[in-house]
């Protein structure tokens, strides 16, 4: 599947890690920011997180707030964009992201997955856990950004580390195997509404799915021992981890996900 991805001309060049090209981007050139305009940007679980909390606000509120909601080509699964706004004089109708400004990006630490591999692209031909073997890079080449005239050497894993993506593209990779693997379901088989409900709460609304897994009658259905509450509950990214883990079991039926032997499935029916 396409990870998030600023859409552009794709460069038919299919790189790997060790591949090398010559990018530089700094407020000196002359496109500095355009990059950041009539762009389309898949946000990811991570990228929410990071956002949200950077900006003080719930997950509800940040979605509400600077995103739109997609369903994702082929894999028929609930995925928000960053929304973008209309830029101020502009006649020709141009989109902005909501977090440019003049002198750069207002939340650049805790940038998008998608922004920190421009302009680089990054693609999953299929699932297979934990292997590199299926994914591969591309260039986004917007012939606008003159970055590429620039002269400082890159190979693709150097870039990703300096831009802090291979640790975005770990706390994502179960998300972004989900995806993969719902993308190769015959179209015939087909989750139902809460199913998807379920994949957008834990992917997007990090607030609202730890009060489902806390206040609902989640912890009287599953077994969920005492050191994992405690981690979910104090962190984050371990709820993420741990949604992720449960979305496997719902959407796939796999992993070890255990329902209470009194309970079924139904109960994930429950309003969230
Ligand atoms: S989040 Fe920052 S880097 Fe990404 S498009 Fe917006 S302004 Fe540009
Ligand atoms: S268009 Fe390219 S070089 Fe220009 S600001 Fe964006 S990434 Fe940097």
């Given at each position: 599947m396409d990870k998030p991805e600023i859409m552009a001309k794709i460069d038919p060049v299919r790189l790997g890690p060790d591949s090398k090209f010559q990018f530089k981007c700094h407020?000196?050139?002359?496109?500095?920011?355009?990059?950041?305009?009539?762009i389309n940007i898949i946000l990811t679980p991570f990228d929410i997180i990071k956002l949200k909390k950077r900006l003080g606000l719930s997950s509800e509120e940040f979605l509400a707030l600077y995103t739109e909601p997609q369903i994702l080509e082929k894999t028929d699964l609930p995925v928000v964009m960053l929304k973008l706004l209309d830029e101020e004089g502009s006649e020709s109708g141009r989109k902005a992201c909501p977090f440019v400004r003049e002198d750069g990006c207002l939340v650049y630490v805790d940038r998008p997955t998608t922004c920190r591999y421009y302009p680089l692209g990054v693609a999953s031909l299929s699932h297979k856990e934990g292997s590199d073997e299926d994914e591969f890079y591309f260039f986004v080449h917007e012939?606008?950004?003159?970055?590429?005239?620039?002269d400082q050497n890159w190979t693709v894993a150097q870039w990703r580390r300096d831009q802090g993506v291979d640790v975005h593209d770990q706390i994502n990779a179960e998300w972004t195997d989900l995806l993969v693997r719902k993308r190769s379901f015959p179209p015939n088989l087909q989750l139902t509404e809460q199913t998807k409900k379920m994949f957008f709460l834990v992917s997007y609304n990090i607030d609202k799915f730890r009060e489902f897994v806390i206040e609902s009658s989640f912890l009287k259905r599953y077994s969920v021992d005492n050191d994992t509450l405690d981690k979910i509950k104090a962190d984050e990214i371990e709820l993420l981890k741990f949604g992720l883990k449960w979305l496997k079991w719902l959407l796939?039926?796999?992993?070890?996900f255990a329902l209470k032997a009194s309970a079924d499935s139904a109960g994930d029916d429950e309003k969230v």
């Open positions: 407020k000196g050139v002359k496109c500095f920011n355009q990059c950041c305009r009539d012939p606008h950004c003159l970055g590429f005239e620039e796939f039926k796999e992993g070890d």
